[in-house]
Structures are given as structure tokens and as C-alpha cells.
């Protein structure tokens, strides 16, 4: 059911009395916004639930099947060395971003009754937050694997609205492409943000002290989806002034995985510079053709696999974290940062990342670029 959520209930309804075989197995896929905040969202739980047990509905997210994100948890309980340092002892901050370089692009009607919060970053970056943050599971089962995502959603304090920085598109300085208010389905006075950017804190022994800063955006520079673990500076002064050491998962458009690394320029000079160990897909792996990550969970489906699905209890805790944020915004009529379209993000997006979660950047002269 990829529908508008008032629907979900009614279309769930009429399939239960006209096509629900209890000699068969059924399967109901549902796709977000699965409600609009934490009262909605377990109002639907229960009317979908009174027509089909837990085992028989899938709560699809489709960031749940990406290759990237299906393969944090080998590169994690696979590796002794990254689960040795994956904690608050070794780790300054974690960035989860999403980053579009269209806008709403006639959808904008659509999208104002959610908004970025709503569309990405409750569910998307959410998710992909509770994979890298959960502690080992007991197995690979699907009830393991979602005890463990569940945990960590139950210990994210809410998000507070001094953590949050909120932006909303507008044209060009040249005209060539519109602003989110141009849209004639967009209300001329809407406030809804089509940026975000989110300092959440996870509060456990594992990360207690540990920023982790979502972001999500519409017409940006760019098209990426990427995972940034930033470590903490060296405590030796034997080489003073070093970048931090970064681990970064890309997710899209190209997928890999990098550690930004110091190491000495070669040849007679003793100076340092930044460099990466470099694990590109498109050239280590040019014969293996990565699955669509609807047709992964669709598979997963037909399997009865529940790994990478959201559970009742994950979606309850995911809304708890973000609704009190989402009421505030609305009721207070928060207004969003301007940005253009095309650009980074409002003005001071990146000090807000640097003053709220310690992330220190590193120098201009360093920029991976992806092998061809």
C-alpha cells in the first residue's frame, strides 16, 4: 500500500473481507508516513492491527534494504577493530545526511502536509541511526536484530528545538529554478521546512556524550546519502594539529566505504597529509549488480523475513522522539531559514554542526574523490 496514510485503514479493510484467505499465507507491505505523529501512529497500529496479526504486516522502508546500509552490520560485528573503537571512548560525533538536489517538483502540495521531518528523517535516518548505534544482537534473526534497534530508540532523549535548524528553498537569483512557495499547490504562507538538521542524543553507556546530527534537504548542491563517524583527536602531541580520523559509509549515489587516514607525503619531505583506505564498489566489485532496494525487501517478503522491516513498538518510539519537536514547530509557527535553491543550506549549517556536536572539519586542501 504505497497510499496516503488516511486510506491505509480502508484499503486494509476491503482486502481483509475480499481477499484474505486463512488457508494462505498473507502478507500486507505498508509504506510511510505510517501516521503523522505519535496519538496518529498508534491509532493506526491498532486499526491495522484488528485486521492482521503483527507476523503478517510489513512496515516497508526502503533505506532499510540499500546495499550500504544492509552491510553496517558485517562491517561492524565482522571486524574486531571497528567494534573495539565504536563507542563514546573513540568516537566525537556521527553525521547521518540526505541530501536531494531537486525540490518538490510538483509534489509540493503533497509534501507540505508532511514535511522533511516527516518524509526523511522520523523514518530514514532514523532507522539507519538505530543500525549503527545498536549493540550486537544475540542473532541475525529478525526479533533479535529489532530488540536491539528498539533499545536504542527507547534511550534517544526528545529532540529539543535549540538542537534543531530548520531551512526552506527558495529560487534562484537567476529564476532558472523556482522556490518551494512558487509551487501554486504550496500555500503562499506555508512554513513547512524542506531542510532539516537534527542534534540527537543517545543515552546509554555506549554513547552517552556522543552528538549524532541528521540532515536531511531538497534542492541542494547535490545527491548523496552518507554515514560520517568522526573519532576524536589523538591524545599524543607527537604530531600536533592532526585532522580526526573519519569512517564514512556513502550509501548513494556511489557506493562506499573510506577511512580518512593520516599518513607522511612520499618522498624526502617529513610533512603529513590527509589520505583514505578506499573501499569503492563500482571498482572492487565490477561484475556484481546491486539489487534495487525495493526488490531486496520485496524478496524479503516473499520470505517472511522481518530483519528489515519496522516494528510496532520501533514506530512508536521513533514517533516519541520526534513529536513533541513536530507539535512545537507547528504550533509556534517556527519559521524556516531561507536557502537557495541549488545551495549547502541555510546560511551557518555547517557552525551549527561545529558549535552543537564538537565536529571539527577537515582542511580544504583534502577531498576524496571516488575511483572511476
Not at 475480499?18 to 510511510?32: A, G, L, P, Q, S
Not at 517556527?334 to 545551495?343: A, L, R
Amino acid at each position: 500500500m504505497a497510499l496516503p496514510p488516511s486510506v491505509f485503514v480502508d484499503v486494509a479493510a476491503q482486502i481483509k473481507r475480499n481477499v484474505y484467505d486463512e488457508t494462505c499465507t498473507n502478507r500486507v507491505v505498508i509504506e510511510k508516513p505510517f501516521g503523522h505523529d505519535l496519538e496518529s501512529s498508534r491509532k493506526l497500529s491498532r486499526d491495522i492491527g484488528a485486521l492482521f496479526d503483527e507476523a503478517e504486516v510489513f512496515r516497508i522502508d526502503h533505506y532499510l534494504g540499500k546495499e550500504m546500509v544492509k552491510n553496517i552490520l558485517s562491517l561492524r560485528f565482522a571486524n574486531v577493530f571497528y567494534e573495539a573503537v565504536w563507542n563514546r571512548h573513540y568516537i566525537s560525533n556521527i553525521q547521518i545526511t540526505f541530501k536531494e538536489p531537486f525540490g518538490t517538483e510538483g509534489r509540493g502540495g503533497y509534501f507540505d502536509e508532511f514535511g522533511i521531518i516527516r518524509d526523511v528523517m522520523q523514518n530514514h535516518l532514523l532507522q539507519v541511526l538505530c543500525i549503527v548505534a545498536m549493540n550486537q544482537p544475540q542473532s541475525l534473526s529478525a526479533e533479535d536484530v529489532r530488540d536491539r534497534k528498539t533499545e536504542v530508540l527507547s534511550r534517544i532523549l526528545p529532540i529539543q528545538l535549540e538542537d534543531t535548524m530548520l531551512g526552506q528553498y527558495v529560487g534562484t537569483r537567476d529564476g532558472s529554478k523556482p522556490g518551494y512557495k512558487d509551487d501554486d499547490t504550496v500555500p503562499k504562507d506555508s512554513t513547512t521546512p524542506t531542510f532539516a538538521q537534527c542534534v540527537l542524543h543517545v543515552d546509554n553507556d555506549r554513547w552517552r556524550g556522543v552528538p549524532w546530527v541528521i540532515k536531511a534537504g531538497k534542492a541542494l548542491n547535490e545527491a548523496k546519502m552518507l554515514i560520517r563517524i568522526q573519532f576524536k583527536d589523538m591524545p599524543s602531541a607527537l604530531f600536533p594539529n592532526l585532522a580526526r580520523n573519519e569512517l564514512i559509509i556513502q550509501v548513494s549515489p556511489k557506493e562506499a566505504v573510506y577511512i580518512k587516514t593520516i599518513v607522511k607525503e612520499p618522498g624526502l619531505s617529513t610533512n603529513l597529509a590527509m589520505s583514505e583506505l578506499d573501499l569503492t564498489y563500482k571498482t572492487r566489485y565490477q561484475d556484481v549488480k546491486i539489487p534495487d532496494a525495493y526488490a531486496t525487501l520485496i524478496l524479503d517478503v516473499l520470505n517472511g523475513d522481518h530483519s528489515n522491516f519496522v516494528r510496532s513498538d520501533e514506530l512508536d518510539e521513533a514517533w516519541r522522539i520526534f513529536t513533541p519537536l513536530l507539535h512545537q514547530i507547528e504550533k509556534e509557527h517556527v519559521k524556516p531559514m531561507p536557502y537557495e535553491y541549488g545551495s549547502k543550506g541555510p546560511d551557518g549549517v555547517y557552525q551549527f554542526v561545529e558549535n552543537r556536536a564538537g565536529y571539527k572539519r577537515t582542511g580544504l586542501e583534502y577531498h576524496w574523490v571516488a575511483p572511476q
